[in-house]
């Protein structure tokens, strides 16, 4: 199976929200998928100057990839730069990597802060992210559904309902 950058996202969030999600389980109306894809009014902070192409290669699929430039550029809703959404687009980076696209680096838009971050490939990159990849055949793998992690990022979570059906 081919992961998704969605994939090592919930990776960096939460075990259980990977297995839920590789497992076919979605929420759905709630998820967050479905929210990322409705950043249309967000995505007018791209600059428009620029020529985006939507890329799709080897299960990852791109938005807004600056082909000339070899820019990655990905839209949060986030109000905060989370280490899920630098691990997201690391991965992309490697997947294009792989397929002999080298050089690329990546954008980070959270349009609600009005903030870029930018994020480069660092020497190491490949064995921490394929580290990762290991992790998460691993996680999803296993039969049962991790245990819930009770945090606060509960609150936000697609599978919050899910997650705390059962709970007292
Ligand atoms: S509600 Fe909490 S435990 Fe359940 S999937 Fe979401 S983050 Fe994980």
Same mark, same amino acid.
């Given at each position: 199976m081919n992961l998704t950058g969605t994939h090592i996202a919930y990776f960096h969030t939460c075990h259980r929200k990977l297995w839920l999600f590789a497992h076919g389980i979605q929420m759905e109306h709630t998820s967050d998928i479905v929210a990322e894809g409705k950043l249309i009014s967000e995505t $007018?902070?791209?600059?428009? $100057?620029r020529k985006y192409t939507e890329l799709a290669i080897d299960g990852v699929k791109i938005d807004f990839y600056d082909a000339k430039n070899k820019v990655i550029h990905e839209v949060k809703k986030s109000d905060k730069i989370e280490h899920a959404h630098i691990a997201q687009v690391k991965y992309y980076m490697y997947v294009l990597q792989k397929n002999g696209i080298d050089g690329v680096t990546a954008l980070l838009e959270y349009p609600k802060m009005r903030q870029r971050e930018i994020v480069e490939w660092e020497i190491g990159d490949v064995r921490v992210v394929e580290e990762w990849i290991a992790q998460v055949r691993q996680i999803i793998s296993q039969s049962s559904c991790p245990e819930l @992690?009770?945090?606060? @990022?509960c609150k936000k979570c697609s599978y919050f309902d899910f997650c705390y059906a059962t709970e007292s």
């Open positions: $007018t902070f791209l600059d428009r $100057t @992690i009770k945090k606060p @990022i």
